[in-house]
């Protein structure tokens, strides 16, 4: 019998979340894309938690910004996607498909979740019902596709939707009111969309994150997960990109 995962929200620049991920029983912490080192050092700080472990999704600066910071403060290693090898900064421990990673007793999966990136990783805890999807999966929304190709993501969404649906999605950015309202123009009549809307403005309004989503949620609302194929899905990330 071991202790949950403590998992903590550092917000940093105009509307990232860093998360720190602490262990109670080996007091091993690790943070998932710390772009900035300043807030997540501050946080650990004050919890008292020494950060041990770096896990990196995927290369951008706003992921990966804070890695050599944090690594020269702690000594912490670092561990993020193979197929980003030389654009991930200080990279100890690359990481494909079915590799692990473990904080304490808790360990993740390694899912390669291409599109966003081309070397895009997810790290799913199954024991802790928890998931890092950095920038595939938003609340409601999907990442840009700068790298992969449609097909890509689609696969790779398709992947974090068929995961057990109590997992708990923890994205890396606060981009659900602008999703849900794009959601609620895609899909007008639907009441699912339109309630979830109502509940982000008022998230919002009152200052609350909306993340960590979760399977059951997004498999309900999130309106890239309705693509039944890539060319649909294509249409819609489109949709997106030229929405405002
Ligand atoms: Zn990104």
């Not at 029983?25 to 938690?49: L, N, Y």
């Not at 019902?129 to 097909?151: H, Q």
Request: net charge negative; glycine share 10%; aromatic share 8%.
């Amino acid at each position: 019998m071991h202790s949950s995962l403590q998992i903590v929200a550092v917000p940093a620049f105009a509307d990232n979340y860093l998360w720190l991920v602490h262990d109670p029983d080996s007091r091993e912490t690790a943070v998932i894309d710390p772009g900035d080192p300043a807030p997540v050092m501050a946080e650990a700080g004050r919890r008292g938690w020494r950060i041990d472990k770096i896990f990196n999704t995927h290369w951008h600066p706003d992921h990966t910004g804070g890695n050599l910071a944090i690594k020269a403060a702690t000594g912490a290693d670092i561990w993020g996607p193979a197929g980003e090898n030389g654009r991930v900064p200080g990279l100890d421990h690359p990481l494909g498909e079915g590799d692990t990673v473990q904080i304490g007793a808790h360990c993740a999966q390694v899912m390669e979740v291409p599109g966003h990136t081309i070397g895009h990783i997810a790290y799913w805890f199954a024991g802790d019902k928890a998931a890092f999807v950095g920038d595939t999966l938003f609340a409601m929304g999907c990442g840009r596709l700068f790298e992969g190709t449609p097909e890509q993501m689609h696969a790779s969404l398709s992947r974090l939707a068929g995961l057990p649906e109590d997992t708990e999605l923890y994205c890396a950015h606060e981009y659900t009111l602008s999703n849900a309202r794009f959601a609620a123009q895609a899909f007008p009549d639907d009441a699912a969309i339109a309630d979830r809307l109502l509940a982000v403005e008022q998230s919002r309004i009152a200052g609350q994150p909306t993340v960590p989503t979760n399977v059951a949620i997004e498999r309900a609302t999130n309106p890239f997960l309705r693509a039944d194929n890539a060319e649909h899905f294509a249409r819609l990330r489109a949709a997106k990109d030229d929405y405002r």
